[in-house]
């Protein structure tokens, strides 16, 4: 009893570590994001060229969603957030040090590879316990994303606008960004020593990512897609994502085309994320009234709307606030209604291939979302782009809504493997 009950407490706090981590990890991120694609094309890169490096961040996660997750299981988070910082760290260096487009497009492959390894590892963190406990630490931890994808930007922002020279003010924020990592893993090793790893001897990294080992770890992560409600989960994630990704890639462009200053930018971009934290408070009271599917079917809606009206808000800085704000709360709810459909309906041992698997799902919209919307916006303009673009994602949103609610309401499982309290 005594080690259970120590054990118990482990859990808590390295749950609480996944929540507070998470939201230090996106600040880090959210330090230099906004700034990318205004980066590259002072360096030269065309509309189209952004899309296509931003498309990379996704490219390399696709290889090794599966084998990350299977790994998360195996070896614990903890080892595998030590593994996702190195790569954090080596894509800031190269964002520092880049003068042209080949060491920006190589720091879009690091931090794709960073964003899957390390966002999976925390989600397992915090998915921990039963299914009351699980559900308010997977609200906690999108609150504190949210939080660090808010405070990043005001920073990034403050930093950038304080230099004279755009280019100097960028590099000055991914300068920031990188010195926020090196003690961001200073923490992370000192805590990993005192976590309790599971036993992986009989598991080698380097079996998981050799060809055999990655068909393999697919093969065990999409049978897991034979579950209605991590269909659903899956589908829904992938619409929405796709939303926030071609978004959050072009809208810092869109916006100094339309002659925001640099920490409006920023403080718009900050805004969207504060509305997504704002959002998980009354998520609680949605969920007393609305079917998660119902909740996550209409965030869905309202953001592809919001990508339509875009153009509109643009002419004025306030309605280009309030719109931000409006999809930024309707994204802002689907990562923690998801991620709880979807982890009732498989076993804790499967957790970090579940989380691999949903990660997967995001990065494929975030291949289809930038490139495709850097095509329209390089031939058309940006203000074209997101009239087409948002038409056909309210159609695709409308059509899959129909679909489910023909399929009727989904029954989700509670898994037998809870633990007792």
């Known amino acids: 009893m005594p080690t259970d009950i120590a054990s118990d407490d482990a859990t808590r706090r390295f749950a609480r570590f996944g929540v507070v981590g998470g939201g230090v990890f996106f600040t880090i991120q959210g330090l230099a994001n906004p700034f990318f694609a205004l980066y590259a094309t002072e360096l030269g890169a065309s509309t189209f060229a952004v899309g296509l490096m931003v498309t990379l961040k996704a490219l390399l996660p696709i290889v090794i969603a599966m084998p990350c997750g299977q790994l998360i299981d195996s070896i614990g988070p903890m080892k595998?957030?030590?593994?996702?910082?190195?790569?954090?760290?080596?894509?800031?260096?190269?964002?520092v040090f880049a003068t042209g487009i080949p060491l920006l497009?190589?720091?879009q492959v690091l931090i794709g590879a960073s964003v899957i390894i390390m966002a999976s590892s925390f989600q397992v963190l915090v998915a921990q316990g039963n299914r009351e406990r699980r559900n308010d630490a997977i609200k906690q931890y999108s609150m504190w994303m949210s939080g660090g994808g808010m405070l990043g930007p005001v920073i990034g922002g403050l930093i950038a606008s304080a230099f004279a020279v755009p280019n100097d003010g960028y590099r000055a924020a991914f300068v920031a960004s990188l010195v926020a990592c090196v003690l961001f893993m200073l923490v992370l090793f000192w805590l990993s020593t005192r976590y309790p790893h599971p036993d992986a001897s009989h598991i080698r990294v380097r079996d998981a990512f050799s060809p055999s080992g990655i068909v393999s770890s697919y093969k065990r992560g999409i049978g897991l897609a034979g579950s209605r409600p991590v269909q659903f989960g899956l589908t829904a994630t992938f619409l929405v994502m796709y939303i926030q990704s071609l978004y959050m890639s072009f809208l810092p462009l869109y916006l100094a085309q339309n002659g925001f200053a640099t920490f409006l930018i920023s403080l718009t971009i900050s805004v969207n994320s504060l509305a997504g934290m704002l959002a998980r408070f009354a998520l609680n009271g949605l969920m007393k009234r609305h079917s998660l599917e119902l909740i996550l079917l209409s965030a869905g809606t309202i953001a592809a709307v919001g990508v339509v009206l875009t153009p509109l808000a643009v002419v004025h800085p306030v309605t280009m606030l309030l719109l931000v704000s409006i999809i930024g709360g309707a994204v802002g709810v689907n990562l923690p209604v998801s991620i709880m459909i979807m982890v009732d309906a498989v076993g804790e041992s499967e957790r970090g291939k579940l989380m691999g698997l949903r990660l997967l799902v995001n990065?494929?919209?975030?291949?289809?979302?930038?490139?495709?919307?850097?095509?329209?916006?390089?031939?058309?303009g940006l203000t074209a782009a997101f009239y087409s673009g948002g038409a056909v994602l309210v159609a695709t949103v409308l059509g899959f809504s129909a679909f489910t609610v023909r399929r009727g309401p989904l029954k989700v499982p509670e898994k037998s493997s809870e633990p007792a309290e």
């Not at 030590?82 to 260096?93: I, P, Q």
């Not at 291949?367 to 058309?380: E, K, N, R, T």
């Open 80 to 95: 595998m957030l030590k593994y996702g910082s190195w790569f954090l760290l080596a894509s800031l260096v190269c964002t």
């Open 363 to 380: 990065r494929f919209s975030q291949v289809l979302s930038p490139a495709m919307f850097g095509i329209l916006g390089q031939l058309f």
């Open 105 to 107: 497009a190589l720091s």
